[in-house]
């Protein structure tokens, strides 16, 4: 007897389990961020303690194994030998897909940002087949079909074989709301599309076999959905939002977002889940609106917002979304880049870390913070409550944060000012000790220029939306380096055959690794 394709995928999923990650499922797990608003909390130092030892750091220099002459937006996903990373180039952006050994470009190919482009980092995203391929997963500029709405970014979701470039997959011209991911976070390729009444549907590719499943057998989600986690979506139906659990194609829970995170709460100001299956438990927080007028609004008001009424941090139990905790005035889009390795959401000793508004306000049009403070929590994710807080500090803008992102498996942050930085453990939020010559692993945002005509053909081009971002070798203070060390080098999470791949300003390299640190 032939299996229905939906029978088939539900039976694939459930086999392989947990046992198969889907390299690309980082991009559903980023921050999120519709306007720059209200900004981030500037994170903080804290008071000395007594002198700590040094680390036990590598800390000799290295140059790079390889080099490509590129212009990033943003850090490689790696699989199979393979290095995928996204480049500006002179019309857009494209993919480029390396060898990891030596740098040879194996393909490259042209990405379109979708209808997600000015609210979600343009990230690469890699998935498996049924037979064990990766492959790289992404949108291309399509043609319309003839009369048509006034929506001019019509796109296909495309699949290639990650190592040959190789075309597995090319869909139809559609209007698609979400670029593509892992189906479940696994395997395939799933991605959102407007439907003829504008609602949205979610649709599986089976990359093995060419088919395709659409509509409530894969989602039964109804009204506008997009993922904003893992297995986890904000759901816009009349006019109300709510945020869904949906996992092998059941919904295990479905929650109003304003119950979860309280009045005025919306992704619209900004989003970002974590999740932990060792726990059971989403982490998550939301921007919260307490005006009567819509996020877009905002500077064309005279007011002042409360900072510490503008975000909320909630922990939520996976399987059935009661709330653990909450945290007021609180945020995790500042320690974005900070990994869970190392930390109690996957059986670590460390903390996880958010900030918290202390005080203050932003006003209106100006968009200027006054009297604001904010302060590093790290926190115990069952119960929310403080295990550590830094000193508040002072908060002038929102381009300006104080917890320096650096590569690491959540055993620490950098913390501070620029100018007055300290290097926390993030076990006990103490000063943690590094020598002078010791490295790290610092990241600097970056942006690229949007296609022409917007997403629909009355709205001007040439837009700037969200990449990523590149890597520089930097100090404990947060001050740029002279090069990569070998312990900063450990903290990456794109190492490949003993070689960590990194995008830096202008290029791409490959960085060998010593033994002891494989």
């Given at each position: 007897?032939?299996?229905?394709?939906?029978?088939?995928?539900?039976?694939?999923?459930?086999?392989?389990?947990?046992?198969?990650?889907?390299?690309?499922?980082?991009?559903?797990?980023?921050?999120?961020?519709?306007?720059?608003?209200p900004g981030m909390p500037i994170a903080t130092t804290p008071a000395p303690t007594s002198s700590t030892a040094p680390i036990e750091r590598n800390t000799e220099t290295t140059t790079a194994a390889w080099e490509v002459p590129l212009d990033p937006i943003g850090q490689p996903v790696v699989a199979d030998g393979v290095a995928l990373v996204y480049a500006k180039v002179a019309n857009g952006v494209n993919a480029h897909a390396f060898s990891v050994a030596d740098g040879k470009q194996l393909w490259t190919q042209p990405v379109h940002p979708g209808l997600d482009a000015?609210?979600?980092?343009?990230?690469?995203?890699?998935?498996?087949?049924?037979?064990?391929?990766?492959?790289?997963?992404?949108?291309?500029?399509?043609?319309?079909?003839?009369?048509?709405?006034?929506?001019?970014?019509?796109?296909?979701?495309?699949?290639?074989?990650?190592?040959?470039?190789?075309?597995?997959?090319?869909?139809?011209?559609?209007?698609?709301?979400?670029?593509?991911?892992?189906?479940?976070?696994?395997?395939?390729?799933?991605?959102?599309?407007?439907?003829?009444?504008?609602?949205?549907?979610?649709?599986?590719?089976?990359?093995?076999?060419?088919?395709?499943?659409?509509?409530?057998?894969?989602?039964?989600?109804?009204?506008?959905?997009?993922?904003?986690?893992?297995?986890?979506?904000?759901?816009?139906?009349?006019?109300?939002?709510?945020?869904?659990?949906?996992?092998?194609?059941?919904?295990?829970?479905?929650?109003?977002?304003?119950?979860?995170?309280?009045?005025?709460?919306?992704?619209?100001?900004?989003?970002?889940?974590?999740?932990?299956?060792?726990?059971?438990?989403?982490?998550?927080?939301?921007?919260?609106?307490?005006?009567?007028?819509?996020?877009?609004?905002?500077?064309?008001?005279?007011?002042?917002?409360?900072?510490?009424?503008?975000?909320?941090?909630?922990?939520?139990?996976?399987?059935?979304?009661?709330?653990?905790?909450?945290?007021?005035?609180?945020?995790?889009?500042?320690?974005?880049?900070?990994?869970?390795?190392?930390?109690?959401?996957?059986?670590?000793?460390?903390?996880?870390?958010?900030?918290?508004?202390?005080?203050?306000?932003?006003?209106?049009?100006?968009?200027?913070?006054?009297?604001?403070?904010?302060?590093?929590?790290?926190?115990?994710?069952?119960?929310?409550?403080?295990?550590?807080?830094?000193?508040?500090?002072?908060?002038?803008?929102?381009?300006?944060?104080?917890?320096?992102?650096?590569?690491?498996?959540?055993?620490?942050?950098?913390?501070?000012?620029?100018?007055?930085?300290?290097?926390?453990?993030?076990?006990?939020?103490?000063?943690?000790?590094?020598?002078?010559?010791?490295?790290?692993?610092?990241?600097?945002?970056?942006?690229?220029?949007?296609?022409?005509?917007?997403?629909?053909?009355?709205?001007?081009?040439?837009?700037?939306?969200?990449?990523?971002?590149?890597?520089?070798?930097?100090?404990?203070?947060?001050?740029?380096?002279?090069?990569?060390?070998?312990?900063?080098?450990?903290?990456?999470?794109?190492?490949?055959?003993?070689?960590?791949?990194?995008?830096?300003?202008?290029?791409?390299?490959?960085?060998?690794?010593?033994?002891?640190?494989?």
């Amino acid at each position: 007897m032939i299996q229905s394709l939906t029978s088939r995928l539900r039976v694939r999923l459930k086999s392989v389990g947990a046992g198969v990650t889907a390299v690309g499922a980082a991009l559903l797990l980023s921050a999120c961020t519709m306007i720059p608003l209200p900004g981030m909390p500037i994170a903080t130092t804290p008071a000395p303690t007594s002198s700590t030892a040094p680390i036990e750091r590598n800390t000799e220099t290295t140059t790079a194994a390889w080099e490509v002459p590129l212009d990033p937006i943003g850090q490689p996903v790696v699989a199979d030998g393979v290095a995928l990373v996204y480049a500006k180039v002179a019309n857009g952006v494209n993919a480029h897909a390396f060898s990891v050994a030596d740098g040879k470009q194996l393909w490259t190919q042209p990405v379109h940002p979708g209808l997600d482009a000015v609210g979600t980092p343009l990230e690469p995203a890699v998935t498996r087949t049924a037979g064990g391929r990766s492959a790289a997963i992404f949108l291309q500029a399509a043609t319309p079909p003839p009369n048509t709405s006034d929506v001019a970014w019509w796109t296909s979701a495309v699949a290639v074989d990650l190592s040959t470039g190789k075309e597995l997959y090319r869909g139809r011209p559609e209007l698609v709301s979400t670029r593509p991911f892992a189906c479940d976070g696994l395997l395939d390729m799933c991605f959102i599309a407007f439907d003829e009444t504008s609602q949205t549907l979610e649709h599986w590719v089976d990359l093995e076999y060419g088919e395709e499943l659409v509509g409530p057998e894969v989602n039964p989600l109804t009204g506008n959905f997009r993922p904003v986690g893992k297995e986890l979506y904000s759901v816009v139906a009349g006019g109300v939002e709510t945020l869904a659990h949906v996992s092998y194609g059941e919904v295990q829970w479905e929650v109003e977002m304003e119950t979860l995170f309280g009045k005025g709460a919306t992704t619209d100001m900004g989003w970002h889940f974590t999740y932990s299956e060792k726990l059971d438990l989403y982490v998550g927080s939301v921007g919260i609106n307490p005006t009567t007028f819509s996020p877009d609004k905002f500077t064309e008001q005279t007011f002042s917002l409360n900072l510490r009424e503008t975000t909320k941090t909630v922990g939520l139990r996976a399987s059935t979304g009661r709330v653990l905790w909450t945290a007021e005035g609180a945020q995790l889009d500042c320690a974005k880049t900070v990994g869970t390795a190392a930390s109690k959401l996957e059986g670590g000793s460390a903390f996880p870390v958010r900030c918290e508004y202390v005080d203050g306000f932003i006003e209106f049009p100006a968009a200027k913070y006054r009297g604001s403070h904010s302060k590093v929590v790290g926190y115990d994710p069952l119960t929310g409550d403080a295990a550590w807080e830094s000193k508040p500090v002072e908060v002038h803008s929102w381009e300006t944060t104080g917890l320096i992102p650096s590569a690491n498996h959540g055993d620490f942050v950098i913390a501070g000012h620029f100018s007055d930085s300290t290097l926390l453990d993030t076990s006990t939020g103490k000063f943690r000790g590094a020598s002078f010559e010791d490295g790290f692993v610092c990241w600097e945002e970056t942006t690229y220029t949007m296609p022409p005509d917007g997403p629909t053909k009355d709205q001007p081009g040439g837009a700037t939306a969200a990449g990523s971002r590149i890597a520089f070798p930097c100090l404990k203070g947060g001050s740029p380096a002279p090069a990569f060390t070998y312990g900063a080098l450990t903290d990456v999470s794109t190492p490949d055959q003993d070689i960590a791949v990194i995008s830096v300003k202008g290029k791409v390299a490959g960085y060998k690794l010593l033994k002891e640190f494989v």
